[in-house]
C-alpha cells in the first residue's frame, strides 16, 4: 500500500561522500516524520537522523557535522547527504516514514524501506 524506494548506496572511499535518497509512494494522504537508521553485520539498528513535518532534524553522535538530512514535502522525499564518511559508517541504510493513507490519525503507521548498502573502503 505504501512504499519507501531508497537510492543512492554504493561504494566510497574513506573521506568521500554519499547522498541517499528515498521517496515514499503509494496510498499517501501525507508523509509525517521521516528519518534514516542504519545496521551494521552484528550490530542494532539504530537512527541515523530523522526530519520532522516542520524540518525539525536530530542526528545520531557519530553523524553530526557530517550528515545532513533533508526533505521534499511536494514529492514525499527524504535525502541524507552524507559527507567525510569513514569505515565505521559502512552499513544498510534504511529509511523510515510516519505515513497517513487517510488524513485520519488512527491510520497513520510506520513503514521501512528496504534498504541500500552503503560501504566505506579504501
Known amino acids: 500500500q505504501v512504499q519507501l524506494v531508497e537510492s543512492g548506496g554504493g561504494l566510497v572511499q574513506p573521506g568521500g561522500s554519499l547522498r541517499l535518497s528515498c521517496a515514499a509512494s503509494?496510498?499517501?494522504?501525507?508523509?509525517?516524520?521521516m528519518g534514516w537508521y542504519r545496521q551494521a553485520p552484528g550490530k542494532e539498528r539504530d537512527m541515523v537522523a530523522s526530519?520532522?513535518?516542520?524540518?525539525?532534524?536530530a542526528y545520531a553522535d557519530s553523524v553530526k557535522g557530517r550528515f545532513t538530512i533533508s526533505r521534499d514535502n511536494a514529492k514525499n522525499t527524504v535525502y541524507l547527504q552524507m559527507n567525510s564518511l569513514r569505515l565505521e559508517d559502512t552499513a544498510v541504510y534504511y529509511c523510515?516514514?510516519?505515513?497517513?493513507?487517510?488524513?485520519?490519525?488512527?491510520?497513520?503507521?510506520?513503514?521501512w524501506g528496504q534498504g541500500t548498502q552503503v560501504t566505506v573502503s579504501s
Open positions: 523510515y516514514a510516519q505515513v497517513s493513507s487517510t488524513g485520519r490519525i488512527e491510520d497513520t503507521r510506520g513503514y
Open positions: 503509494g496510498s499517501i494522504f501525507r508523509v509525517y516524520a
Open positions: 526530519i520532522s513535518t516542520g524540518s525539525s532534524s
